[in-house]
C-alpha cells in the first residue's frame, strides 16, 4: 500500500509537471482525475500516510486565521527602473565603470504579479512567502500548495529557495471578474490585484479555485550551487524541475538587448498573461558581487518599464471650470473608457494652447493615457479618424458662471474671471479654505460647500464659523442627521485653534502655498505683523521673492479681504503661530531634502515637519540642488534620478541616526 501511495503521488506530480510547467500533456484528463481519487482515498482510509508534499494538498482546504510573519535571509529586493533607451544605456556604462568588460545581460519578461519566496528542504517544499517590506513576509504556504506550477517536490533531495512571481492569467482574470459582477461583487481592477487577493486568502480552497501561476526568474544563493551565471542558474532550476519563462534571453550587447524589448513591445498582448516591462540582469554571478546593493536595489539589474498603455475613446465635448483663483481650464468631455483598472470620464486640457496644441476637435477620436497613480492626459487625437462632423474648439470670452469677461494677462497662457464676486471662484476658495492642508475642518466635502453655498448658508469664510446658527435648519436636509451636523460643528469649532500658518494658506493669497504660509508665520508669527509687513521687508525674507511679496502687499490692501480677516478675528479664529520653533541643526540648516518611498515610521507631513524645524528645506523633485534623498519602500523614479545625479542617499534609519547624533 505505501508503495502504491508513492507511485500515485510520483505519476500525479510528474502529470503536473508534464501539464502545468512544460505545456505538455502525456495524460488524459480521465486518467489523472482516477489516479487522484485513488490518492484521495488511500490518504482517507490511512490518515497516517498523508505526506505534506502529497498531491492532494494542491486542492487547499485549511483556514487560517492570519499568516505567519516570517524573515526572509536573504532580503527579497524590489528593481530600479527605466524609462527609455538612453536610461538603459546609462545603465550599461554604469556596470562597465566597474570594471565590467563586455557584459552580458539575461533578459526577462517582468511579470505583474506578486514576488514569492519557495524554501525547499531535502527537496521538499516546506515553505512560501510573500514578499512583504523584503526582510519581513508573510507565510503563505498553503496556498502556494495549491499552484500547480510549482512543484511540493524536486526531483533532488536538496534544500534550496528560489524566487519568482505568481500571477493570474488574462483569461481566468476575466472569467472570475464575471463571476464576481454576476454576484454583485466588486470585481478586481487588473490579474495583479487579482492575484495579490487570491494569494492572501485564509481559505486556501478559495485560493485554490483562483487557478493562480508562477514564474520562477530568481536563486539567491548561486554560488552555493557552484552556479557562476544567472542563465546556468535559469537552466538549474529548470532542471530541478521549476518553471523558467521560455521568453528569457541572454544577450551580448545594448543592440541586442534593445532589439529584444522592441520585440516584447509589440508582441506583450499576444501573451497570455500581463508584463509591465523588460528585466536586465547582469549574467556573471562575480560581476553582480562586485556591484552589491543599495537599500533597495541590487545595482546589477534593472526594470524597463513600458510606457503608459494608450486607450482610444471619443472628444464628447469640453466644458471650462473656473478655479479659486479665477483661471479658466478646460476639460475634456470622454466617452468613458477603463484605462489601467479605472474609468476615465474627464481629463483636463489645462489652457487654450494645450487644445490647439494637441489638435483637438470635440467629436474626435482621442488617445488617452494613465500611467500608474498619475492623473489621465488625453495624448493625441487621431486626424484620421475624422469625419467631417467634428467642431472646432473655440476658448470662451466669458466666464461661463458670472458671465464676466475674461482677462489673458501678458505673456501668459491663462485666462482668468476677475470678477470676486463670481459664485464659482467664491465655491472654489470655500472648498479651498476648509481643506485638510488649510483650516482641515473635516466634514464640508465639495458637494456640501457647494450644496450650502447656493442654499446661501456659507457665502464666505466667516458664515463657515456661523454655521451653528442654522443648527435647526441644516438637520431638516436630506443626508444630514443631529450626529453628523455635531460633528461638523466641532471640527469647525477646533479649527479656531489652529495655527496661522493654515489660515495664512487658507486665505488664498495668490502665490502663496502651503509652504511660504509656513514660513511667514513663522517670521512674523502674527497675522497682525505679517500684515503690516511692507515689501522690502517681505522679499528680504529667504524663500520670499519678488512675486509672493507682491502678492501680499496687494491682498492685504484689498479693503474686502483686510474686514473678512478682522471678522474671523472677532469669531475667535486663532491668528498667532503655535507651532514648535526651529531648532537650527547643522545637519539640516538649508540643506534641501527629497522624500520618497513609504516611510514606516513617519508619516510625509511628519518627517517634512521635522526637517523643517531643524532649518531644512523640503521639495518634491531631485535636482542638483537636492542635499539627500530619504528613501522608504518601494521609492520611484526620484531614487533612479538620485543615483543617476549622485545625491547623498539616506534610509529611515540613516535620518535617525543623524538625528539622534545631534540630539
Ligand atoms: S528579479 C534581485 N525578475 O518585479 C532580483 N523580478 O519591480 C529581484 N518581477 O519585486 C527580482 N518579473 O516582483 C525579477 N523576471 C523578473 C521579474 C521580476 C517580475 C517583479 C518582482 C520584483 C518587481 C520589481
Not at 516546506?126 to 506550477?149: F, L, M, P, S
Not at 500611467?371 to 467631417?388: C, F, N, Q, Y
Not at 447656493?454 to 451653528?468: A, P, Q, R, V
Not at 538649508?590 to 528645506?617: A, M, P, Q, S
Request: glycine fraction near 6%.
Amino acid at each position: 500500500m505505501e508503495d502504491r501511495y508513492e507511485e500515485l503521488i510520483k505519476i500525479i506530480n510528474e502529470a503536473d509537471y508534464n501539464y502545468h510547467t512544460l505545456d505538455n500533456p502525456t495524460i488524459t484528463d480521465q486518467e489523472y482525475d482516477s489516479y487522484l481519487r485513488e490518492l484521495f482515498e488511500l490518504e482517507i482510509a490511512n490518515p497516517s500516510l498523508r505526506r505534506e508534499d502529497s498531491p492532494t494538498q494542491r486542492a487547499g482546504g485549511k483556514i487560517l486565521e492570519g499568516f505567519e510573519k516570517v524573515e526572509h535571509k536573504i532580503p527579497m529586493l524590489s528593481l530600479s527602473n527605466v524609462f527609455n533607451e538612453s536610461e538603459i544605456v546609462n545603465f550599461d556604462s554604469r556596470i562597465k565603470k566597474e570594471n565590467v568588460a563586455n557584459p552580458s545581460y539575461v533578459c526577462e519578461l517582468k511579470i505583474d504579479g506578486l514576488s514569492v519566496s519557495l524554501q525547499y528542504e531535502k527537496g521538499r517544499l516546506v515553505r512560501g512567502a510573500t514578499r512583504g517590506d523584503g526582510v519581513i513576509g508573510e507565510d503563505i504556504t498553503n496556498n502556494v500548495k495549491t499552484i500547480k506550477t510549482i512543484p511540493l517536490k524536486l526531483d533532488r533531495e536538496i534544500d534550496i529557495e528560489v524566487r519568482g512571481e505568481i500571477y493570474m492569467s488574462k483569461k481566468v482574470f476575466e472569467k472570475l471578474n464575471e463571476e464576481h459582477v454576476k454576484n454583485g461583487e466588486q470585481p478586481f481592477q487588473n490579474p495583479r490585484n487579482a492575484a495579490a487577493g487570491s494569494i492572501r486568502q485564509l481559505d486556501s480552497k478559495v485560493a485554490a479555485s483562483r487557478k493562480l501561476e508562477c514564474w520562477i526568474y530568481h536563486l539567491p544563493n548561486p554560488e552555493d550551487y557552484g552556479i557562476a551565471t544567472h542563465s546556468e542558474a535559469l537552466q538549474f532550476m529548470k532542471d530541478l524541475g521549476f518553471r523558467i519563462n521560455p521568453n528569457n534571453k541572454l544577450v551580448y550587447s545594448i543592440d541586442e538587448l534593445l532589439q529584444f524589448i522592441d520585440e516584447k513591445t509589440a508582441t506583450r498582448d499576444e501573451l497570455p498573461y500581463e508584463i509591465d516591462g523588460i528585466v536586465i540582469k547582469l549574467n556573471s554571478i562575480a560581476a553582480q558581487r562586485r556591484l552589491g546593493f543599495t537599500a533597495k536595489y541590487p545595482k546589477w539589474a534593472t526594470a524597463y518599464k513600458f510606457p503608459a498603455k494608450e486607450v482610444l475613446t471619443k472628444l464628447r465635448d469640453i466644458v471650462f471650470t473656473v478655479g479659486r483663483t479665477g483661471q479658466i481650464t478646460p476639460n475634456a468631455v470622454l466617452d468613458p473608457v477603463i484605462v489601467q483598472g479605472s474609468t476615465i470620464r474627464r481629463a483636463t486640457l489645462h489652457n487654450e494652447d494645450y487644445v490647439i496644441e494637441k489638435d483637438l476637435k470635440i467629436g474626435d477620436v482621442v488617445a488617452i493615457r494613465k500611467a500608474a497613480d498619475v492623473i489621465p492626459e488625453v495624448v493625441r487625437s487621431l486626424p484620421e479618424r475624422r469625419t467631417g462632423e467634428e467642431k472646432d474648439f473655440e476658448m470662451i470670452k466669458f466666464c461661463p458662471i458670472c458671465g464676466e469677461a475674461l482677462m489673458k494677462k501678458k505673456d501668459q497662457v491663462d485666462y482668468y474671471c476677475l470678477n470676486p464676486n463670481c459664485d464659482a471662484r467664491k465655491i472654489e476658495g470655500l472648498v479651498h479654505f476648509v481643506s485638510r492642508k488649510a483650516m482641515n475642518i473635516d466634514g464640508l466635502g465639495d458637494r456640501i460647500i457647494e450644496d450650502f453655498y447656493n442654499m446661501g448658508f456659507i457665502k464666505s469664510f466667516t458664515d463657515i464659523y456661523n454655521l451653528k446658527n442654522h443648527q435647526k435648519d441644516l438637520i431638516e436636509l436630506e443626508g444630514f442627521g443631529d450626529k453628523s451636523i455635531a460633528n461638523l460643528l466641532e471640527a469647525i469649532e477646533n479649527s479656531k485653534n489652529n495655527s496661522v500658518e493654515r489660515l495664512i494658506f487658507a486665505l488664498g493669497i495668490p502665490n502663496v502655498g502651503e509652504k511660504t504660509a509656513k514660513v511667514l508665520a513663522m517670521h512674523y508669527e502674527t497675522l497682525d505683523n505679517l500684515m503690516k509687513a511692507n515689501f522690502d521687508e517681505l522679499n528680504e525674507i529667504e524663500d520670499i521673492g519678488n512675486i509672493i511679496a507682491k502678492s501680499l502687499i496687494d491682498f492685504f490692501s484689498i479693503d474686502y479681504n483686510k474686514k473678512q480677516i478682522a471678522n474671523l478675528k472677532e469669531l475667535g479664529i486663532n491668528t498667532v503661530y503655535t507651532g514648535p520653533k526651529v531648532d537650527i541643526n547643522e545637519d539640516f540648516y538649508n540643506k534641501t531634502f527629497v522624500i520618497t518611498g513609504t516611510l514606516e515610521k513617519y508619516k510625509r507631513d511628519e518627517i517634512e515637519e521635522k526637517i523643517e524645524l531643524l532649518g531644512g528645506k523640503t521639495s518634491s523633485s531631485v535636482s542638483k540642488k537636492t542635499s539627500v534623498v530619504i528613501v522608504g519602500a518601494n521609492p520611484g523614479s526620484k531614487y533612479d534620478k538620485a543615483v543617476n545625479l549622485g545625491i547623498t542617499i539616506w534610509s529611515e534609519d540613516d535620518f535617525e541616526k543623524v538625528l539622534n547624533k545631534s540630539e
